[in-house]
């Protein structure tokens, strides 16, 4: 299921404790009839105004948080009908009258053909200099895909990244081009008119 409608009205069980499964149970409150997420530790990777949010809903009793709970088994036939959860520390079991679970418990990014290419990695990711060039002569890369010291996984840096990379890779394919390092308006103190 990837639309919220499809929810509207059901009651859902979300297991998770990452920004996906914190963002899916605050997005489907107003839609789903009752929403309860299940995480097995008490901490959250979720960005902290996220939990807390989330947490208010709890205490407000629009949805309910439950830690630290893992999934025993879903039951149905052609449909999801119950899930069977447990506290990991007890072992006890509560059975949850469900119409849909939301498994969010991470993404595996693989490199594909991307691997086979010689470029060079680190932690599964492309290494990249200042200018987003790669190891490879002419090969610049931006995004989540790179790593550099400080990297963070946002979209707001890929952005930027994406800009430093398109500007680095026009220069090398035409070297007659210069970098430009800012607005094209821009001009240096030495140079401006006086
Ligand atoms: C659940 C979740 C919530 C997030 N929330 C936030 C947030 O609130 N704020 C924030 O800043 N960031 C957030 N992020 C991170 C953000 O999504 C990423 O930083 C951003 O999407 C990275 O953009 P990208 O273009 O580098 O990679 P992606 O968005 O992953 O795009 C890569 C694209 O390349 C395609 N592709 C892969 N392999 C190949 C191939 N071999 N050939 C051709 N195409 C290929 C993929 O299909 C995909 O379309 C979140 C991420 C997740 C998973």
């Given at each position: 299921m990837r639309s919220k409608?499809?929810?509207?009205?059901?009651?859902?069980?979300?297991?998770?404790?990452?920004?996906?499964?914190?963002?899916?149970a605050l997005n489907l409150l107003g839609t789903a009839q009752?929403?309860?997420?299940?995480?097995?530790?008490?901490?959250?990777?979720?960005?902290?105004?996220?939990?807390?949010?989330?947490?208010?809903?709890?205490?407000e009793g629009r949805l309910k948080v439950l830690t630290p709970y893992e999934?025993?088994?879903?039951?149905?036939?052609?449909?999801v009908r119950k899930a069977v959860i447990f506290q990991n520390q007890t072992q006890e079991e509560v059975?949850?009258?469900?119409?849909?679970?939301?498994?969010?418990a991470g993404y595996l990014t693989k490199l594909g053909p991307l691997a086979g290419w010689g470029l060079e990695l680190e932690k599964n990711k492309i290494k990249v200099d200042t200018t987003m060039a790669t190891n490879l002569p002419g090969v610049y890369a931006c995004g989540d895909i790179v790593s550099y010291p400080g990297k963070l996984p946002l979209i707001v840096l890929g952005f930027g990244e994406a800009?430093?990379?398109?500007?680095?890779?026009?220069?090398?394919?035409?070297?007659?081009?210069?970098v430009n390092p800012g607005h094209s308006s821009e001009k240096s103190e030495e140079k401006a008119p006086a």
């Open positions: 409608a499809e929810f509207q009205g059901k009651r859902v069980l979300i297991v998770g404790g990452g920004d996906s499964a914190v963002d899916w009752e929403i309860t997420l299940i995480h097995r530790r008490p901490q959250f990777r979720a960005h902290e105004a996220s939990v807390k949010e989330l947490m208010k809903a709890h205490e999934v025993r088994r879903i039951e149905g036939e052609t449909w059975e949850l009258e469900v119409d849909a679970v939301l498994i969010l800009a430093i990379a398109a500007n680095h890779a026009a220069a090398y394919a035409n070297p007659a081009l210069k």
